[in-house]
Protein backbone atom coordinates (compact mmCIF):
# COMPACT_ATOMS: atom_id res chain seq x y z
CA UNK A 1 0.00 0.00 0.00
CA UNK A 2 1.57 3.12 -0.76
CA UNK A 3 1.37 5.68 2.03
CA UNK A 4 -0.02 9.31 1.25
CA UNK A 5 2.62 11.89 2.49
CA UNK A 6 0.71 14.89 5.13
CA UNK A 7 0.58 18.23 3.25
CA UNK A 8 -0.18 21.66 4.71
CA UNK A 9 -1.73 24.83 2.38
CA UNK A 10 -0.33 28.21 3.57
CA UNK A 11 -2.77 31.10 3.30
CA UNK A 12 -1.71 33.63 0.71
CA UNK A 13 -0.90 37.09 1.89
CA UNK A 14 -3.35 39.78 1.60
CA UNK A 15 -3.49 43.15 1.55
CA UNK A 16 -5.98 45.30 3.97
CA UNK A 17 -8.74 46.21 1.31
CA UNK A 18 -8.28 42.71 0.38
CA UNK A 19 -9.28 40.89 3.63
CA UNK A 20 -12.10 43.50 3.92
CA UNK A 21 -13.28 42.39 0.84
CA UNK A 22 -12.68 38.39 2.12
CA UNK A 23 -14.78 38.88 5.15
CA UNK A 24 -17.68 40.31 3.13
CA UNK A 25 -17.71 37.97 0.85
CA UNK A 26 -17.87 34.74 3.50
CA UNK A 27 -20.57 36.95 5.25
CA UNK A 28 -18.47 37.93 8.15
CA UNK A 29 -19.32 41.60 6.91
CA UNK A 30 -19.98 42.64 10.68
CA UNK A 31 -16.30 42.04 11.84
CA UNK A 32 -14.69 44.34 9.42
CA UNK A 33 -17.65 46.96 10.97
CA UNK A 34 -16.15 46.48 14.55
CA UNK A 35 -12.29 45.85 13.99
CA UNK A 36 -11.36 49.11 15.01
CA UNK A 37 -13.12 50.01 18.15
CA UNK A 38 -11.83 47.08 20.54
CA UNK A 39 -9.54 47.63 23.11
CA UNK A 40 -6.07 47.66 22.64
CA UNK A 41 -3.52 47.15 25.44
CA UNK A 42 -0.14 48.40 26.16
CA UNK A 43 3.28 46.70 25.67
CA UNK A 44 3.86 46.67 29.24
CA UNK A 45 -0.14 46.37 30.74
CA UNK A 46 -0.25 43.82 32.89
CA UNK A 47 -4.20 42.55 33.63
CA UNK A 48 -6.13 42.64 30.90
CA UNK A 49 -10.11 43.06 31.72
CA UNK A 50 -11.47 43.88 28.41
CA UNK A 51 -11.92 42.05 24.86
CA UNK A 52 -9.40 42.35 22.59
CA UNK A 53 -10.32 44.19 19.04
CA UNK A 54 -10.95 41.96 16.13
CA UNK A 55 -7.37 41.39 14.19
CA UNK A 56 -8.93 41.38 10.70
CA UNK A 57 -5.71 39.52 9.10
CA UNK A 58 -4.59 37.04 11.86
CA UNK A 59 -8.83 36.10 11.72
CA UNK A 60 -8.42 35.74 7.97
CA UNK A 61 -5.37 33.18 8.31
CA UNK A 62 -6.90 30.80 11.00
CA UNK A 63 -9.96 30.72 8.46
CA UNK A 64 -8.32 30.00 5.25
CA UNK A 65 -6.37 27.50 7.39
CA UNK A 66 -9.10 24.97 8.62
CA UNK A 67 -10.57 26.17 4.91
CA UNK A 68 -7.76 24.89 2.94
CA UNK A 69 -6.92 21.90 4.76
CA UNK A 70 -10.16 20.49 5.22
CA UNK A 71 -9.91 20.55 9.01
CA UNK A 72 -12.28 18.47 11.27
CA UNK A 73 -11.72 19.22 14.85
CA UNK A 74 -10.00 22.44 16.43
CA UNK A 75 -8.91 22.39 19.24
CA UNK A 76 -8.17 26.03 21.01
CA UNK A 77 -6.04 27.41 23.65
CA UNK A 78 -8.21 30.61 24.76
CA UNK A 79 -10.89 31.76 23.48
CA UNK A 80 -12.11 35.10 21.55
CA UNK A 81 -13.32 36.38 17.75
CA UNK A 82 -10.74 33.53 17.01
CA UNK A 83 -13.40 30.65 18.28
CA UNK A 84 -16.32 32.58 16.22
CA UNK A 85 -13.86 32.50 13.14
CA UNK A 86 -12.77 28.88 13.67
CA UNK A 87 -16.46 27.56 14.07
CA UNK A 88 -17.90 29.42 10.81
CA UNK A 89 -14.69 28.04 9.19
CA UNK A 90 -15.78 24.44 10.25
CA UNK A 91 -19.50 25.31 9.47
CA UNK A 92 -18.46 25.96 6.15
CA UNK A 93 -16.44 22.48 6.08
CA UNK A 94 -19.20 21.03 7.14
CA UNK A 95 -21.27 22.17 4.70
CA UNK A 96 -19.51 20.71 2.23
CA UNK A 97 -17.83 17.38 3.66
CA UNK A 98 -20.34 15.98 5.74
CA UNK A 99 -21.00 12.98 3.12
CA UNK A 100 -17.09 12.63 2.33
CA UNK A 101 -16.17 12.31 6.02
CA UNK A 102 -18.94 9.81 6.46
CA UNK A 103 -16.33 6.93 5.73
CA UNK A 104 -13.76 8.69 8.07
CA UNK A 105 -12.47 7.81 11.25
CA UNK A 106 -12.71 10.50 13.26
CA UNK A 107 -15.14 12.17 16.26
CA UNK A 108 -15.90 15.54 16.89
CA UNK A 109 -16.55 16.44 13.52
CA UNK A 110 -16.57 20.10 12.30
CA UNK A 111 -16.60 21.16 16.19
CA UNK A 112 -14.28 23.47 18.27
CA UNK A 113 -13.18 23.13 21.37
CA UNK A 114 -12.00 25.83 23.44
CA UNK A 115 -10.16 26.25 27.19
CA UNK A 116 -9.98 29.36 28.92
CA UNK A 117 -8.88 30.26 32.63
CA UNK A 118 -11.12 33.33 32.23
CA UNK A 119 -14.69 32.51 32.42
CA UNK A 120 -15.70 36.06 31.55
CA UNK A 121 -14.25 36.17 28.64
CA UNK A 122 -15.68 32.70 27.62
CA UNK A 123 -19.07 34.00 28.10
CA UNK A 124 -18.39 36.36 25.63
CA UNK A 125 -17.20 34.48 22.90
CA UNK A 126 -19.71 32.28 23.57
CA UNK A 127 -22.21 34.63 23.57
CA UNK A 128 -21.08 36.08 20.05
CA UNK A 129 -21.35 32.04 18.96
CA UNK A 130 -24.66 31.99 19.78
CA UNK A 131 -25.79 35.53 18.35
CA UNK A 132 -24.22 34.17 15.08
CA UNK A 133 -26.21 30.66 14.69
CA UNK A 134 -23.27 28.81 15.74
CA UNK A 135 -23.52 24.93 17.35
CA UNK A 136 -20.69 23.70 17.09
CA UNK A 137 -18.34 24.80 19.90
CA UNK A 138 -17.92 23.58 23.66
CA UNK A 139 -15.70 25.74 25.98
CA UNK A 140 -14.77 24.78 29.48
CA UNK A 141 -13.34 26.92 32.26
CA UNK A 142 -9.94 25.70 33.99
CA UNK A 143 -7.47 26.47 36.67
CA UNK A 144 -3.25 27.46 34.97
CA UNK A 145 -0.83 26.85 37.64
CA UNK A 146 3.15 27.01 37.55
CA UNK A 147 4.65 23.58 36.87
CA UNK A 148 7.60 22.44 35.77
CA UNK A 149 8.53 19.96 32.81
CA UNK A 150 12.03 18.35 32.41
CA UNK A 151 13.13 20.69 35.64
CA UNK A 152 12.22 23.57 33.27
CA UNK A 153 9.62 25.88 34.76
CA UNK A 154 6.44 26.55 32.74
CA UNK A 155 2.24 26.64 33.27
CA UNK A 156 0.01 24.64 32.83
CA UNK A 157 -4.27 24.01 32.70
CA UNK A 158 -5.42 21.43 34.86
CA UNK A 159 -8.20 19.94 32.71
CA UNK A 160 -7.81 20.47 28.72
CA UNK A 161 -10.45 19.67 26.24
CA UNK A 162 -11.36 15.86 25.67
CA UNK A 163 -10.75 16.08 21.55
CA UNK A 164 -7.73 14.47 19.30
CA UNK A 165 -7.57 17.53 17.20
CA UNK A 166 -6.31 18.24 13.64
CA UNK A 167 -6.08 21.52 13.97
CA UNK A 168 -4.82 23.81 17.28
CA UNK A 169 -4.84 26.93 18.04
CA UNK A 170 -2.05 28.05 20.59
CA UNK A 171 -3.09 31.37 22.10
CA UNK A 172 -3.70 31.11 26.21
CA UNK A 173 -3.00 31.09 28.64
CA UNK A 174 -1.88 34.68 29.53
CA UNK A 175 0.78 35.41 31.22
CA UNK A 176 -0.14 37.34 33.90
CA UNK A 177 -4.34 36.51 34.58
CA UNK A 178 -4.60 34.16 37.18
CA UNK A 179 -1.43 32.01 37.03
CA UNK A 180 -1.62 30.17 40.30
CA UNK A 181 1.73 29.45 42.00
CA UNK A 182 5.46 29.52 42.05
CA UNK A 183 8.48 27.63 41.56
CA UNK A 184 11.42 28.27 43.09
CA UNK A 185 9.59 31.79 43.75
CA UNK A 186 8.90 32.69 40.13
CA UNK A 187 5.76 32.68 37.78
CA UNK A 188 4.94 34.04 34.05
CA UNK A 189 3.87 37.09 36.09
CA UNK A 190 6.13 39.56 35.01
CA UNK A 191 6.94 42.01 32.58
CA UNK A 192 10.43 40.67 31.36
CA UNK A 193 9.33 36.88 31.29
CA UNK A 194 6.95 35.66 28.90
CA UNK A 195 3.95 33.01 28.41
CA UNK A 196 5.48 29.52 28.76
CA UNK A 197 2.34 26.58 28.35
CA UNK A 198 3.69 23.01 27.92
CA UNK A 199 -0.57 21.50 27.77
CA UNK A 200 0.40 20.42 23.99
CA UNK A 201 3.51 18.19 25.18
CA UNK A 202 0.54 15.88 27.49
CA UNK A 203 -0.91 15.12 23.69
CA UNK A 204 1.49 15.04 21.62
CA UNK A 205 1.78 11.25 21.23
CA UNK A 206 -2.03 10.88 20.59
CA UNK A 207 -1.96 13.41 17.69
CA UNK A 208 -2.30 12.08 14.06
CA UNK A 209 0.16 13.07 11.34
CA UNK A 210 -1.23 15.94 9.33
CA UNK A 211 -1.94 17.97 12.43
CA UNK A 212 -1.22 21.65 12.37
CA UNK A 213 -0.38 23.54 15.35
CA UNK A 214 -0.93 27.45 15.09
CA UNK A 215 1.01 30.47 17.56
CA UNK A 216 0.23 33.53 17.59
CA UNK A 217 3.24 35.00 18.31
CA UNK A 218 4.65 33.12 21.63
CA UNK A 219 8.15 33.14 19.79
CA UNK A 220 9.49 32.11 23.48
CA UNK A 221 6.66 29.39 24.39
CA UNK A 222 7.08 28.05 21.07
CA UNK A 223 10.82 27.16 21.05
CA UNK A 224 10.56 25.41 24.38
CA UNK A 225 7.64 22.87 22.71
CA UNK A 226 10.15 22.34 19.84
CA UNK A 227 12.39 21.82 22.34
CA UNK A 228 10.74 19.16 24.32
CA UNK A 229 8.29 17.40 21.03
CA UNK A 230 9.20 14.38 20.47
CA UNK A 231 7.91 13.84 16.92
CA UNK A 232 8.63 15.55 13.49
CA UNK A 233 7.40 18.70 13.72
CA UNK A 234 7.99 21.00 10.40
CA UNK A 235 8.04 24.46 11.90
CA UNK A 236 7.92 27.74 10.00
CA UNK A 237 7.58 31.53 11.39
CA UNK A 238 5.99 33.80 9.57
CA UNK A 239 7.88 37.41 10.71
CA UNK A 240 5.10 39.49 8.66
CA UNK A 241 2.36 38.27 11.04
CA UNK A 242 4.34 37.10 13.82
CA UNK A 243 2.72 33.43 13.32
CA UNK A 244 3.97 30.10 14.35
CA UNK A 245 3.19 27.36 12.19
CA UNK A 246 4.54 23.43 13.02
CA UNK A 247 3.33 20.67 11.20
CA UNK A 248 3.15 16.75 12.06
CA UNK A 249 5.28 15.80 9.32
CA UNK A 250 5.25 11.94 9.45
CA UNK A 251 4.08 8.47 7.59
CA UNK A 252 0.49 7.73 8.18
CA UNK A 253 -0.31 5.69 11.76
CA UNK A 254 -2.08 2.82 9.45
CA UNK A 255 -4.97 2.55 7.30
CA UNK A 256 -7.20 4.85 8.98
CA UNK A 257 -5.14 7.81 9.24
CA UNK A 258 -3.68 7.21 5.57
CA UNK A 259 -7.77 7.91 4.63
CA UNK A 260 -7.86 10.78 6.50
CA UNK A 261 -4.26 12.19 4.91
CA UNK A 262 -6.46 11.25 1.09
CA UNK A 263 -8.97 13.31 2.11
CA UNK A 264 -7.19 16.24 3.18
CA UNK A 265 -4.98 16.45 0.38
CA UNK A 266 -7.69 15.89 -2.29
Keep these: MNWEKPKIRIPEHKNESDLENYFHDQDLGFIVDIANKGYVPSVNEIQIDEPYRPELLDLYRLHRFIILNKRLTVLEFGCGWSSLIMADALTKNRSKYTTEVETLRKTNLFEIHAVDNEQKFINIAQSRLEENGMDNYSFICSLVAMTEHNGKICTRYEEIPFVNPDFIY???PDQF????????GLSTAHNDFMPMSMD?????HFLTPGTIIVADGRTANVRFLLSNFQRNWNHSHDMEVDQHIMFLEEEPLGTYNNNQLIFYNQ
Design 177 to 184: NHIEGEIS
Design 200 to 204: LLLIE
Design 170 to 172: LDA
